[in-house]
């Protein structure tokens, strides 16, 4: 900091926020940030005549002698381009006269002591410098007594005059404070990044100042700095409570499943969850393959649902997160299409896909819901899968999904190495399929592939060839199975 | 058309023209004081009206005008005499008879006192005056402006108390005060004696026609916009502004030693629409100053008065209420007030309003 700079002139805000026009009443405060440079203690009227320009200007004696007095100083003081006026508390200040203020743009304040107050004023602009470390100290205090982030930019949006501010994420969601900070451009603007309890970058501060002064932006720099560790530390707590919630509700929720009593179905009852009536299950699960646990994006997941849900459950679960409804009218169509415009437009930390039960009854219909909706999920994670898969629609072919594909890919592989390996594998390889299809009928085979019957023939007798028998029994399941795997598997043959 | 006599049938015209010189002031009817006056006019004839200069210039003048409340004229009515008994004292201590009457201020009251004593001596009335307006004291006139000494003067209190009194001007007033309060609230006197000669440069000419030809607007008007125009082509009225009374109160302080017998008094009008001016009226007994905005727009000497937009009367301070809808009007006095000395006298410093008159910004 270079201390052979001149400090600039405070505003009236930095005044009225921090120094001594604290207590006075104010009339017409939008107009704060002026800047005053001088002040005037007049006893007569006219002496507003000869004020310098951004003076305060502080009535007494003749020059207060009721509303019209004040009235005409107002108007004077406008004339002048004061920077506010200071009258006498003997004055009542009406509807009209604070009405004139205010289109006069004049601020207005009533003090006890007009003499004592235009002393202390001529202390506090002659010594800027104290007064916006008062305001610095009086900042962190108070950061320090707020819980939240919200309250904490509060902070410096309410105390630091001029000044408004807000917590930005790099994606320019607004996490606390006034949007209209983040809007604003140039450089009227004061930045600080802030990091999360982790230490890692997690958010900015970002404070659009009404005046623009060297000294002034290094006060705002310094106490949107003092809020950083104090945000952090909110941020932690607001990640740790979702995180122990979730934990609660997932061994409730496995309990509930596995063994239930009557005092876990009255826990589950206390948190909310509906038992009774007809459910249908919804399981979201990460899309393809996220790397790392998906755990670490529960509170993330759970506050978006929250924000589209209200207060619909959602419990974590290996490998996804687990909600269901109750008494849904449009029935799983319907919920379908809710989870899959919440998939499409929520904020979410990582990409996710669904899965839908069939509706069920009670708990015992909720448990299997659940289990359909699981698999559901797992044939919409797969590739080629839509984002949201209905049980209902799937049926049985759930169970392929669930199916270690590329494990199977890769026996199949080393198991039927003759027909990978024949020049016309693909061909070979999606005959056999469609036969075991068909239940080895050429004709029906045909017609699905598009082709004679005689070819069908001649690829069959090219696939027993390479020692491939479709008529034993004991090796057609595993031959179908293999055929799907090499077919859905992602490497290629 | 030239006034030349005032009949028992012009008083009540009078006093409505008188009315908008009050500035505001006491606008309270006087029925029992006007029966009483117009009975001395039906008893003695119509007073004749003349201008100043139809008479001979060593002709003697007395001015004659009333101080006091108006509860106690109320309370108690005059009984048309008094101006006989004022009149013939103070003839007794100049030891010559006087020739003819002048009204002290044609305005509220006191414009038909002089017409009742003019009528009880068998006077001719002088067409003038010397305020042109209301004003609270008796030594805030033009004649004490161009010099004429205030007394000799007589007094007459409804008990039939009669005061002879010689001093100087300011004793005058705090005299003839104390004696009011002891005579029952209100003094007819007899002041100002001089020659039409004297008196020439000190008068405001057409006083009283002036307020009956205003009376008789008022009291036939039955359009608004025909009596704006008529009171601006007579008495140069400018309309300062319109709207509604939106506060009423009693906070105004002034500077000075408190000499005049009323509380200050604020009355607000904020203008129609939204970004409606706001003009503030400041007065003791009757408006004084109006700031609009917070500028200054009229003062004292000039006359302000509120009227009332669907009644086309004026409206007193003692009757203006919140969400009055009313006209704020300035009627301009005369040029001899608008001199150094007469806003001296009379001006809004005069009143305790440390502001200029808008003359002087002016200037």
């Known amino acids: ?493 | 058309m030239t006034i030349t006599q005032i009949t028992a049938e012009d008083i009540p015209v009078l006093l409505a023209g008188a009315q908008l010189l009050c500035s505001s002031a006491g606008s309270i009817a006087l029925d029992g004081y006007r029966t009483a006056i117009e009975e001395v006019l039906r008893r003695n004839g119509p007073v004749p009206l003349v201008a100043l200069d139809d008479l001979p210039p060593d002709a003697l003048c007395v001015s004659i005008g009333a101080l006091g409340g108006f509860a106690p004229m109320i309370e108690l009515p005059p009984n048309g005499d008094e101006g006989v008994l004022a009149v013939r004292a103070l003839e007794e201590r100049l030891g010559r008879k006087v020739d003819a009457i002048v009204s002290l201020n044609s305005a509220g009251p006191n414009a038909v006192f002089p017409v009742a004593s003019a009528a009880a001596l068998g006077l001719p009335l002088v067409d003038c005056d010397g305020m042109g307006r209301v004003l609270p004291l008796m030594i805030q006139t033009t004649y004490a402006l161009a010099g004429l000494p205030i007394g000799p003067l007589a007094g007459v209190g409804l008990a039939g108390d009669v005061l002879v009194l010689d001093s100087s001007e300011h004793r005058s007033e705090l005299l003839l005060r104390a004696a009011m309060k002891a005579a029952g609230g209100w003094l007819l006197c007899a002041s100002y004696p001089a020659t039409v000669a004297a008196l020439r440069p000190a008068a405001l000419r057409g006083a009283t026609s002036r307020a009956l030809t205003v009376g008789r607007m008022l009291t036939t008007a039955d359009d608004r916009e025909a009596l704006l125009a008529g009171l601006t082509r007579i008495m140069g009225s400018r309309v300062l502004g319109s709207g509604r009374v939106i506060e009423l109160g009693h906070a105004t302080r002034t500077v000075g030693p408190r000499i005049y017998p009323s509380v200050p008094t604020s009355i607000v009008v904020g203008e129609y629409g939204s970004a409606g001016r706001l003009i503030r009226l400041e007065g003791h007994s009757e408006l004084l100053l109006a700031v609009i905005d917070g500028a200054v727009a009229a003062a004292v000497p000039d006359v302000l008065c509120l009227l009332d937009r669907h009644e086309l009367k004026v409206v007193g301070m003692e009757s203006v209420g919140l969400g009055h809808h009313v006209d704020v009007l300035v009627l301009p006095v005369s040029p001899m007030w608008h001199t150094p000395a007469g806003l001296a006298m009379a001006g809004p410093r005069a009143f305790g309003f440390p502001v200029r008159h808008p003359r002087e910004e002016e200037a």
Request: with cysteine.
């Open chain 1, 1 to 493: 900091m270079s201390r052979s700079r001149v400090p600039e002139p405070l505003s009236v805000a930095e005044l009225l926020h921090f120094g001594p026009l604290a207590k006075a009443q104010v009339f017409a405060a939008d107009d704060l940030d002026r800047q005053v440079a001088a002040v005037a203690l007049v006893a007569e009227l006219d002496q507003i005549h000869q004020c310098e320009p951004h003076s305060a200007v502080v009535l007494h004696g003749a020059a207060a002698l009721g509303a019209w007095a004040l009235e005409s100083a107002l108007r004077l003081a406008w004339e002048r381009n004061a920077a506010c006026l200071l009258a006498p508390a003997e004055i009542t200040v009406t509807t009209p006269t604070a009405q004139l203020a205010e289109r006069l743009r004049v601020p207005l304040f009533v003090v006890a002591d007009p003499a004592r107050s235009a002393l202390e004023l001529a202390a506090a602009i002659s010594d800027t410098e104290a007064a916006r470390a008062r305001l610095t100290a009086r900042c962190a205090v108070l950061f320090g007594e707020r819980a939240t982030a919200r309250d904490i930019v509060g902070v410096i949006n309410t105390e630091v005059p001029g000044v408004i501010t807000a917590l930005v994420t790099d994606d320019g969601h607004v996490l606390a404070g006034r949007s209209a900070a983040d809007r604003s451009q140039g450089s009227h603007r004061v930045e600080v990044a802030v990091p999360g309890p982790d230490g890692r970058p997690w958010a900015t501060l970002v404070a659009q100042l009404a005046a623009w002064s060297p000294s002034w932006v290094e006060t705002v720099r310094t106490i949107l700095r003092l809020a950083r560790a104090p945000l952090a530390a909110t941020v932690g707590r607001a990640w740790l409570t979702p995180v122990f919630q979730a934990a609660k509700e997932k061994l409730l929720l496995h309990t509930l499943l596995t063994a239930p009593d009557a005092t876990v179905e009255r826990q589950a009852r206390d948190v909310g969850w509906r038992l009774d009536g007809e459910h249908i299950a919804v399981f979201l699960k990460p899309s393809e393959r996220v790397p790392g646990p998906a755990e670490v994006a529960t509170p993330g997941v759970v506050v978006a649902w929250r924000e589209s849900f209200g207060d619909l459950p959602l419990i974590p679960r290996e490998d996804g997160w687990l909600s269901w409804w109750t008494a849904v009218p449009g029935g799983p169509a319907e919920i379908a299409t809710r989870v899959h415009d919440h998939l499409a437009a929520a904020a979410l930390p990582i990409p996710l896909v669904a899965g839908i039960g069939v509706p069920g009854k009670d708990l015992p219909g909720l448990t299997r819901s659940i289990s359909e909706a699981i698999l559901a999920a797992a044939v919409a994670s797969r590739p080629g899968g839509n984002p949201v898969e209905q049980f209902g629609d799937l049926g049985p072919r759930a169970v392929l999904a669930c199916l270690p594909v590329d494990d199977i890919a890769a026996a199949a592989r080393v198991a039927l190495v003759d027909l990978i390996n024949a020049p016309d594998a693909e061909v070979l390889l999606t005959a056999l399929t469609a036969l075991l299809d068909c239940a080895g009928s050429t004709g029906q085979a045909a017609t699905r592939l598009g082709v004679h019957r005689n070819t069908v023939l001649g690829r069959l007798e090219r696939i027993r060839a390479r020692g491939i028998d479709l008529d034993s029994p004991d090796q057609r399941l595993a031959l179908h199975l293999a055929c799907y795997a090499l077919l859905s598997a992602d490497t290629p043959t």
